[in-house]
């Protein structure tokens, strides 16, 4: 895997190698079987596909990225793996409409759009929106980390009526349509039938759960 040193890189490699927190528990495993799509929602530089290519070898990843700099590295770590023909990039933002985005680079995980009616940064760049809705509601299991992009996704009709097989999400306040971020994420996974399960959460309203559909019988 290729990582910037000096970076926060270095702490998302934690996250997903030593602390394992895209591991699923045996019943969320067994939901998910074996995949044969996996969506990637802020993909970063590629330490979840990373993961998941090897934890899931018969899946085909498609990972979006809308951060150049992140996207670059991310591209290096698939080509050093030698999987472009089941692992691929696209460089947009992920949403529940396609647009012309507002867009703030070089954080690193930290990127993310901007929050409609901010002052504008010198640093911005327009980047493209992709519409997810239809392919995540086909895939087996989506994995979602976009910096408060989440809520449109969410809260879209079309996520209750057609969920994934099962959703590993990252939770923001930012543009959380309710004070308590990780209840409003937990009520919305709910009422797209999901049950869900709370990997960590932290007192400033960011945290992460898994969604998942009960596979009957279980």
Not at 57 to 77: C, F, G, K, L
Request: glycine content about 8%; overall charge negative; some cysteine.
């Amino acid at each position: 895997m290729a990582l910037r040193h000096g970076t926060g890189d270095a702490a998302t490699l934690t996250e997903v190698f030593h602390l394992r927190y895209y591991e699923p528990p045996a019943e969320i495993a067994q939901a998910i079987g074996d995949p044969r799509l996996i969506i990637d929602l802020g993909a970063n530089v590629g330490f979840f596909g990373a993961f998941a290519s090897e934890r899931w070898p018969n899946a085909q990843i498609v990972a979006y990225e809308p951060d150049p700099s992140n996207a670059a590295v991310h591209a290096r770590t698939v080509a050093a793996n030698k999987l472009a023909d089941r692992w691929s990039l696209v460089p947009a933002a992920a949403g529940a409409s396609d647009a012309d985005v507002r867009f703030v680079p070089g954080l690193e995980a930290l990127s993310h759009v901007a929050a409609y009616g901010t002052p504008e940064l010198p640093t911005e760049v327009s980047v493209k929106m992709h519409d997810v809705l239809p392919q995540i509601c086909g895939a087996d299991l989506v994995k979602m980390d976009i910096e408060g992009g989440e809520w449109e996704i969410l809260l879209d009709e079309r996520l209750r009526r057609d969920p994934p097989r099962a959703i590993v999400l990252e939770v923001h306040p930012q543009n959380c349509p309710d004070t308590d971020p990780l209840t409003a994420a937990d009520l919305a996974l709910k009422a797209a039938g999901l049950e869900t399960s709370t990997i960590w959460a932290r007192d400033d309203g960011h945290a992460m759960l898994w969604g998942w559909r009960r596979v009957r019988g279980s």
